[in-house]
C-alpha cells in the first residue's frame, strides 16, 4: 500500500521513476496497482474511513497480487483532474474515485486512458473503460427517520447535509418519509453546509438546528463534530457511513455503516483475472452494503421492532419508503397512490419532499 497526498503526488511520481533506473521496481511490476481517491482524510471516522476500510480488505484478500495507492483530501473541482491523471500515469490498472463530484473528471481522464479501468461512486455517467456503483443509503435513511419520527417530542427533527446532490436529496427525502410514517405532523428542518468534512462547520449548523428546535439531528457529513454537540446538549443523532458510538455514547442511537469492501475485492479481482466489464452496481441492506451499527439502549423496544421492520422489508422487496402517494414542498403530487419511483428516478432525484424545511 502507498499513501500520497497532493503535495507530494508528484515527487512520489518522480522517485517511482528513479527507483526503475536501479531495478527497485521490477518486483512492483508482477502486482496489480489500484489507485483510490478519496474526498477526505482517512481518519473522518466516516465516509473516507469506510472507503479506505474497504481498500483495506482488497489488501487482505488479494495479498501480493496488487498494490493499493490512494490520495486523501482530493478536491471534487478541476484541480481532481492531474491527481486522478497522475494515479493512472503510475501504472494503475483500475482507479476508484469515491465521490459524486468527480463525476466529469473521471470521464475526462478515462478518455485519456482507455487501457485504465475506472469506478466512480455515486455517479451516474459510463463509459467503456469507466464503471459506477453506489449504495441504497436511503434504505438507512428510511430506518433513521422510523426512530426519529417515534422518538422526537417536538416533532420538528434535524438534517445536516453537505451539498444539493441526488445522493443526499435522497437521504433527507427518505428519512423525512419514514419519520412521517411515524408522527405525520413531523417535519424537517434542513441545512447544507457545502461540505463533506468540515468538523466546525459541522458544529455551527448542528448549534443552528438545536437552536431550532430539532431534538433529534441525522448528518449527511463526515466527521462525529455534530454527534459531540448533541452529547453536550443531551439529544440524539445517528452517525454517518460508521458507528460513532465511540465519540458520542450517549447521543448515538445508531448509524449507516457503509460496508464496500465485497464489492472493492470482487472488482479488483476482475482486474486480476482480465474479467472487468463496465457496469452500474447499485446495493442495499439485502447485499450487505448498507448496515445498521447496534442500536442505543435508549432506542426503546418498540421503536427496535419498527426499525427492524424497515429493514427486514427491504432485504426481502416488502418495504420501499419511496411508495406513492408523495409530494413535494409545494404540495404537488410527485408520485401517485402505489407507485413506487425507479432506481432511475431516485438517482437523479432534485426535488424535497412535503415537510422539508431550509433552515440555512
Known amino acids: 500500500m502507498t499513501t500520497l497526498n497532493r503535495r507530494s503526488l508528484m515527487k512520489a511520481v518522480g522517485a517511482a521513476a528513479t527507483l526503475s533506473l536501479v531495478g527497485t521496481a521490477a518486483r512492483a511490476e508482477d502486482k496489480v496497482k489500484i489507485g483510490f481517491i478519496f474526498l477526505g482524510p482517512i481518519g473522518d471516522y466516516g465516509w473516507t474511513w469506510a472507503h479506505n476500510k474497504g481498500r483495506e480488505a482488497i489488501d487482505a ?12 483530501n482530493v478536491a471534487e473541482d478541476a484541480s481532481a483532474i492531474p491527481v486522478i491523471r497522475d494515479l493512472a500515469q503510475q501504472g494503475c490498472k483500475l482507479i476508484f474515485t469515491c465521490s459524486y463530484g468527480y463525476m466529469d473528471q473521471t470521464l475526462e481522464v478515462a478518455k485519456e486512458f482507455p487501457d485504465v479501468k475506472f469506478e466512480h461512486c455515486t455517479g451516474f455517467k459510463r463509459a467503456d473503460n469507466v464503471a459506477t456503483y453506489n449504495s441504497k443509503f436511503h434504505e438507512g435513511r428510511a430506518v433513521l427517520g422510523t426512530i426519529a419520527g417515534k422518538m422526537s417530542k417536538s416533532g420538528t427533527l434535524g438534517y445536516l447535509g453537505s451539498y444539493k ?157 419511496f411508495t406513492g402517494p408523495i409530494f413535494d414542498q409545494d404540495g404537488v403530487e410527485k408520485v401517485k397512490a402505489g407507485e413506487i419511483m425507479t432506481l432511475e428516478q431516485l438517482a437523479t432525484i432534485d426535488w424535497f419532499v412535503k415537510g422539508v424545511e431550509s433552515a440555512s
Open 61 to 72: 484478500a488479494l495479498g501480493d497480487k496488487v498494490e493499493t495507492l490512494y490520495v486523501e
Open 165 to 321: 446532490v441526488p445522493e443526499v436529496v435522497l437521504g433527507v427525502n427518505a428519512f423525512t418519509l419514514a419519520a412521517q410514517k411515524q408522527n405525520p405532523a413531523a417535519t424537517v428542518k434542513l441545512v447544507l453546509i457545502d461540505s463533506w468534512f468540515d468538523p466546525p462547520k459541522e458544529a455551527a449548523a448542528t448549534d443552528t438546528l438545536v437552536n431550532l428546535g430539532c431534538d433529534i439531528v441525522t448528518t449527511h457529513t463526515d466527521s462525529p463534530g455534530p454527534l459531540q454537540i448533541l452529547e453536550q446538549k443531551g439529544l440524539y443523532g445517528f452517525g454517518q457511513g460508521a458507528d460513532m458510538s465511540a465519540f458520542a455514547p450517549t447521543a448515538h442511537l445508531t448509524a449507516i455503516e457503509d460496508i464496500w469492501g465485497p464489492y472493492y475485492v470482487q472488482r479488483a479481482q476482475a482486474i486480476v483475472d482480465g474479467t472487468w466489464t463496465s457496469t452500474d452496481t447499485w446495493d442495499g441492506m439485502k447485499e450487505g452494503t448498507v448496515v445498521m451499527a447496534p442500536y442505543n439502549a435508549a432506542v426503546p423496544a418498540d421503536v427496535v421492532a419498527l426499525a427492524d421492520a424497515v429493514q427486514a422489508g427491504y432485504k426481502d422487496g416488502s418495504y420501499d419508503i
